[in-house]
């Protein structure tokens, strides 16, 4: 069985887990409603992307 020979440092261990952190998503404002959205996704208020008109907007009642 593989058995380390020495102990892990903290430096080294901490250099390992430094690309571990958990980022915040991203978001980007939408050129025709000015709402943000995430980017490469539909904006589903107005069913459009990337100038396109993709789904079709139901009315609200």
């Known amino acids: 069985m ?3 020979k020495r102990k892990t440092s903290r430096m080294k261990r901490g250099f390992r887990r430094s ?3 958990l980022a915040a998503p991203t978001y980007v404002e939408d050129k ?4 943000l959205r995430r980017p490469h ?6 069913g459009r992307y ?9 009315e609200e009642a």
């Open 50 to 58: 990337r100038g396109r008109q993709v789904l079709a907007v139901k």
């Open 2 to 4: 593989a058995v380390p």
């Open 32 to 35: 025709d409603s000015g709402e």
């Open 41 to 46: 996704h539909i904006d589903l208020k107005a």
């Open 19 to 21: 690309h571990d952190k």
